[in-house]
């Protein structure tokens, strides 16, 4: 540094080594497997059974609106090329309507699935429907080659940024709402002006953008072995119901007192779990 003389001193920040974790660990489970030293080994091997079955959910999470919709689509289309009875044609309609229905107040995946990949081959195969996004990405191929390359590299929130566009979201009906007092009340819908709004509360509601992340902090905090959780905020406030189940499994699992520190009516909270059971405290910022 030319300029070492005038500029001021950079300050190192010495990591506290003794920490655990050294730094902020997202795998709740593996965490408490590893460090709880008063578990038993067939707890511990418990708990991996448990992680191993939640990873092999997560992909089925991550695809939900695109496999159901890619399901109904299939069956939609091999059941009304078989030219059915008339009565078995509309025994079979009938279950098929219910099962792609819209459904107030939620997104049903069926629905927006199969709606999604009718459209895409349309929009591949009909020249007048295509957009700027279809003409590039499905050039040269037919509707159907296309929905069979995009399903083998697309999950749900890559799927929906990618195709789920203005014309679309208003035929589905989508639309943002919020509670009012004892009412809920719409305050978007997919026109021209608020669509992309809509669209981007959608993207943190599928996959395991609808989950919270959490994250310990310290496995003994304040010198007690309490266990010291983080929420990333992104806006979105904590279900207390469902914070509170969270931690009593935790303070089961970890033995010692659990505290959740997030952010409710924004301002900073801590939750916490004892033998007292559950509290809620409001936190001073320093």
């Known amino acids: 540094d030319p300029y070492e003389r005038i500029h001021a001193p950079r300050t190192v920040e010495v990591p506290d080594l003794h920490r655990v974790p050294l730094e902020p660990e997202e795998d709740l489970l593996l965490f408490i497997r590893d460090h709880n030293p008063y578990l038993a080994e067939w707890e511990r091997d418990l708990l991996t059974i448990v992680h191993e079955e939640a990873q092999y959910f997560i992909p089925q999470i991550e695809t939900k609106i695109m496999n159901e919709g890619w399901a109904s689509f299939w069956h939609h289309r091999i059941l009304s090329s078989l030219e059915l009875p008339q009565a078995l044609q509309m025994e079979f309609m009938v279950h098929h309507s219910q099962v ?10 069926y629905y927006v699935g199969f709606k999604m990949w009718h459209d895409l081959v349309r929009r591949a195969d009909d020249p007048a429907a295509q957009d700027s996004a279809a003409v590039g990405e499905a050039s040269g191929v037919c509707g159907m080659e296309w929905i069979f390359q995009i399903r083998e590299v697309d999950r749900d929130s890559s799927f ?7 014309p ?9 709402y919020r ?12 026109d021209e002006e608020n669509w992309q709004d809509v669209k981007q509360s959608l993207l943190r509601s599928v996959g395991m953008a609808a989950f919270p992340v959490l ?3 310290d496995a003994d905090f304040r010198g007690s072995r309490t266990l010291h959780v983080s929420h990333d905020f992104d806006g979105r406030e904590l279900n207390l119901g469902d914070a ?3 931690l009593a499994y935790l303070h089961q699992l970890w033995g010692r007192p659990v505290v959740l520190e997030t952010v409710l009516r924004g301002k900073r909270t801590a939750l916490t779990y004892g033998k007292e059971g559950f509290s809620k405290e409001a936190l001073i910022a320093a």
């Open 168 to 176: 679309l979201m208003e035929e589905l009906d989508l639309f943002e």
């Open 100 to 109: 792609v229905r819209p459904h107030a107040g939620q997104i049903n995946p």
């Open 160 to 166: 929906l940024r990618r195709f789920l566009n203005q």
């Open 244 to 246: 509170e189940k969270t």
């Open 215 to 217: 994250r310990i902090d």
């Open 179 to 190: 509670r009012k007092g004892a009412d809920y009340v719409a305050t978007k819908v997919s």
